[in-house]
Nanobody, 128 residues
Framework: QVQLVESGGGLVQAGGSLRLSCVAS????????MGWFRQVPGKERDFVAA????????AYSDSVKGRFTISRDNVKNMLSLQMNSLKPEDTAAYYC?????????????????????WGQGTQVTVSS
């Protein structure tokens, strides 16, 4: 059983940076893949980035690759997303998620439907 609490969203100008954090209740570890997704009202929830349970294997959407960095600290039960060079099209509600299964040790899962637990979301707004 995992509960996720997000923070760090806000308003920033294009070209600026934000860091999102997601703290998990209880213990997370190598059995849990962690991911970030974003959603605009009326649109599907899109994949942003994910990190496997081993803390090494990562995946990024093409739109954020080179600008965003996902990381995790299992001791602190924390998932982070460092967002640099932000663009107006990055504006969305950002959600953290956790998936617990055997494959999650190696695989930074991209599919939202594969995740078991979700945070409440935090709004990121990028002005031009």
């Amino acid at each position: 059983q995992v509960q996720l609490v997000e923070s760090g969203g806000g308003l920033v100008q294009a070209g600026g940076s934000l860091r999102l954090s997601c703290v998990a209740s209880g213990r997370i570890g190598s059995s849990d893949a962690m991911g970030w997704f974003r959603q605009v009202p009326g649109k599907e929830r899109d994949f942003v980035a994910a990190i496997a349970g081993n803390g090494i294997n990562t995946a990024y959407s093409d739109s954020v690759k080179g600008r965003f960095t996902i990381s995790r600290d299992n001791v602190k039960n924390m998932l982070s997303l460092q967002m640099n060079s932000l663009k107006p099209e990055d504006t969305a509600a950002y959600y953290c998620a956790a998936r617990r299964d055997v494959s999650s040790y190696f695989v930074p899962h991209r599919a939202a439907s594969g995740y078991d637990y979700w945070g409440q979301g935090t709004q990121v707004t990028v002005s031009s």
